[in-house]
């Protein structure tokens, strides 16, 4: 009879036991290692993050990095790295014709065309005209072989007139854009390249945009003849939205095959009386001289 109380009392306090037991299991007011596994996973996290959004203001501010000027590839460019501009002259001749000095920079490295304006010329409606040499630069023999002329242009900017899209005024040149023409063998007709546009830029010097005039109604005789030794083309630079001097590189003339043109720069003497205007004429240019192939 002992032995069974002994034993009894054995069991109940082995079922006290096993349900303390379970009771400590289920109790999750107790602290378990899973906030210690989340505090240590937090600076993890953060410093991911930390770590991408530096990545991306290390691209934006790469990518917000002042261009350098392109490099000619064609070696029948004219980079004016000898110094020379002789077949490059500034039209003035007009009230809203910019005025300036003509000099061979170097920028970056690259040695440009630099158009120095004065800014004796107000601003609005202000244009900045170039008249290159054509004649000089082919020669006469290569003339009517001229299909298409490329170029690149830089402004850069010498005040802070330009609003931006936030309405601050800031030292960059702001929209680039222009056109040209030249005056053809066909009955000495004035005849409008198509024009040429860049972008807005966040830095005082812009990158480079590409002109690109062409002769479109070449088979129809407009274009230059052997004969035309004072062939020239106008570069014109209007729409300034900023004070801004203007650079002028890699001049290149292609003919009908895509090929380039050699450049012989031989000054030509033209014969008295014979004379190409440098600027387009007050009456309107023929009609077709801007219609497309």
């Known amino acids: ?77 004219v980079t004016f790295d000898d110094g020379d501009f002789s077949f490059v002259t500034v039209i003035s001749d007009d009230e809203q014709a910019a005025v300036g000095e003509l000099s061979v920079e170097e920028v970056m490295g690259n040695k440009m065309l630099k158009f120095t304006d004065d800014n004796s010329v107000p601003l609005e409606g202000k244009v900045q005209k170039l008249s290159i040499n054509a004649a000089q630069l082919v020669g ?13 242009l830089y402004a850069e900017a010498t005040a802070d007139n330009f609003v931006n899209e936030d309405g601050e005024n800031v030292n960059a040149p702001g929209w680039i854009g222009g056109g040209g023409g030249t005056v053809t063998s066909r009955d000495e007709k004035w005849y409008d390249f198509d024009e040429f ?49 203007l650079y002028l590189d890699n001049i290149i003339f292609y003919d009908e095959d895509g090929n380039s043109i050699p450049i012989v720069n031989e000054p030509i003497e033209v014969p008295e009386g014979e004379e190409v205007p440098e600027e387009a004429p007050e009456e309107a240019p023929v009609e077709e001289t801007s219609a497309e192939q």
């Open 197 to 245: 546009s860049g972008g807005e830029y966040d830095f005082p010097l812009s990158g480079a945009v590409h002109g690109e005039f062409k002769f479109l109604l070449a088979d129809s005789g407009v274009c230059w003849s052997e004969d035309m030794t004072a062939a020239n083309f106008l570069i014109m630079r209007w729409g300034l939205s900023n004070e801004a001097d």
């Open 1 to 77: 009879m002992k032995y069974r109380n002994i034993l009894a009392g054995a069991m109940a306090f082995a079922l006290a036991a096993a349900a303390a037991g379970c009771s400590n299991n289920n109790d999750t007011s107790e602290p378990s290692s899973v906030p210690e596994t989340t505090a240590a996973t937090e600076p993890e996290t953060t410093t991911a993050v930390e770590t991408t959004e530096a990545a991306t203001e290390e691209v934006t501010e790469e990518e917000r990095t002042q261009p350098e000027p392109v490099e000619a590839s064609d070696p029948n460019a």
């Open 140 to 152: 006469l023999e290569n003339l009517p072989k001229v299909r298409k002329i490329e170029f690149d």
